[in-house]
């Protein structure tokens, strides 16, 4: 049954393409409103500049601490919220994204009359929420997606048979009799029964309710389903049981996953290629099995490290320090350099980062009376006092400073009751490939100059290559 509605599924859709989900510059930014009119003060950054591809029958696992944006990127590529800027596509071939990136990479006033349309023959093809009616429609059905807490989406005045079937009343695919056969083919390719069609959510467990769920993602034949934490809430027992499901189902149905989690574990088990998001960005990306064993950014090996369940690293542990960065005003250049242990003098120190270093002591900032700032790395500091002025100068310059953030000061002076400092400007670090396959975000691996000074400095990093851009689970035998 289940093969049957795959087939009709697909019937309508375009000649296979290479890849599925093509992530160009995505970013999406949420407002801050304050005051009585809630005027827009600011955004938040939740996904910022996001690149990347998904091809045909892999599974891609997003991975990266909570509030770094990997379910709102999830959510933009199901086209349940649009992004602020940058497009996904869906479906391309070889030569249409190849196109499209030699496209996107013309300023928009240098592409002639005929790029331009071509551009926008693109969109409406492929560009989730640019796609004309029929091409929405094959994407609509194309795309589905799993949530994290599968009892908030499943409506609980529901029975099954309406919840699963709802796919297919919506695309008019069946209807009585033969709804209610499709819908039990689908449960039964979960691993549930005939005898759960008349049944309401809460009359089932939690595994029960995400294989609900699971087959309502697959009622219409999707080539490609967004699994948005799918285990998570779920017992360890139950959560292989489902992991397995899904692989099953892969293999069987030729489905393509995007599998969002903070479990390196699952991860490791699920993943062809893995992403790894912080702060908005992706700062590390590359095949599952390599990345693990060869990391090449601190985050991703601060987060291996952070397992307990992996092996016993070979090198020294990374634990990271502080607090996560606010997405509202994320630090300058490489936006992990605030908590990394390796970091250089070129990562993007800033005034924000001096500020924040000398509010561990409250009687440095205590006679501060203003900031005039010329940009992120240069500031005027006002005190009531020039001793005081003098103090913070001094501690600047004291060995208590991180010895990257006093390499990067390039001015640091005193007059009178004020004192400008300024850093040296950093550009925003980018994904840059390490070889063919393995990006990573960190100057360190990318940026020869910052390979010596952290040799020079000490913090010995893997050897680097600089180079332009570009199994089942044991399973136990309850359903919990």
């Known amino acids: 049954m289940t093969a049957t509605v795959r087939a009709r599924g697909r019937a309508t859709t375009t000649p296979a393409a290479e890849y599925v989900i093509s992530v160009r510059d995505v970013r999406k930014y949420f407002p801050i409103k304050e005051g009585v009119l809630q005027r827009v003060a600011g955004h938040v950054k939740a996904v910022d500049g996001v690149s990347f591809d998904i091809r045909r029958g892999e599974t891609v696992g997003l991975v990266g601490e909570s509030g770094c944006g990997k379910s709102t990127l999830g959510r933009c590529i199901a086209g349940l919220i649009d992004p602020t800027g940058g497009g996904v596509y869906f479906g391309l071939d070889a030569a249409g994204r190849e196109r499209l990136d ?64 709802r796919p297919l009343k919506i695309h008019h695919e069946a209807s009585g009799a033969e709804l209610t056969e499709r819908v039990a083919g689908l449960l039964e390719s979960v691993g549930l029964g005939r005898e ?135 630090p300058q250049g490489c936006r992990f350099h605030t908590r990394c242990p390796v970091a250089v003098s070129r990562c993007g120190w800033d005034v924000d980062d001096a500020v924040r270093r000398l509010e561990r002591r409250a009687d440095l ?49 005193v007059e009178g009751e004020k004192l400008r400092v300024r850093f040296e400007p950093a550009e925003e670090v980018r994904l840059a490939a390490v070889h063919e396959g393995h990006g990573t975000a960190c100057l360190l691996q990318t940026d020869a100059a910052a390979a010596e000074e952290a040799r020079l400095m000490g913090r010995g990093r893997p050897e680097t290559t600089t180079a332009a851009p570009d199994g089942p689970l044991k399973e136990e035998p309850q359903d919990g």
């Open 102 to 165: 030699a496209l996107l990479a013309l300023d928009e006033a240098a592409r002639s009359p005929g790029e331009r349309r071509e551009l926008a023959d693109l969109d409406r093809e492929h560009r989730v929420g640019s796609m004309d009616r029929q091409h929405h429609g094959v994407y609509r059905r194309n795309c589905q997606v799993v949530f994290q807490n599968n009892f908030s989406s499943l409506n609980p005045r529901h029975l099954v048979r309406d919840i699963v079937g």
């Open 196 to 330: 759960h069609l008349f049944r309401y959510p809460h009359q089932f467990s939690g595994g029960q309710r995400q294989r609900i769920a699971v087959a309502r993602a697959l009622a219409l034949g999707p080539e490609f389903i967004v699994l948005d934490e799918p285990t998570s809430a779920l017992d360890v027992s139950v959560q292989a049981q489902i992991l397995n499901l899904l692989h099953e189902l892969q293999q069987q149905l030729g489905l393509t996953y995007l599998f969002i989690s903070h479990d390196l574990d699952v991860v490791r088990h699920m993943s062809d290629r893995i992403v790894v998001m912080y702060v908005g960005q992706v700062c590390e990306v590359g095949a599952a099995a390599e990345l693990f064993a060869d990391p090449r950014h601190p985050y991703t090996e601060a987060l291996l490290d952070a397992n307990p369940s992996l092996e016993e690293a070979k090198g020294p542990v990374i634990r990271l320090a502080g607090a996560v960065p606010d997405p509202a005003n994320p």
């Open 365 to 413: 900032l205590s006679t501060l009376g203003g900031v005039k700032r010329s940009s992120p790395f240069a500031a005027e500091l006002a005190f009531d006092t020039p001793e005081a002025a003098a103090a913070v100068a001094d501690e600047l310059r004291s060995p208590e400073t991180p010895e990257p953030m006093r390499r990067a000061l390039v001015e640091l002076k």
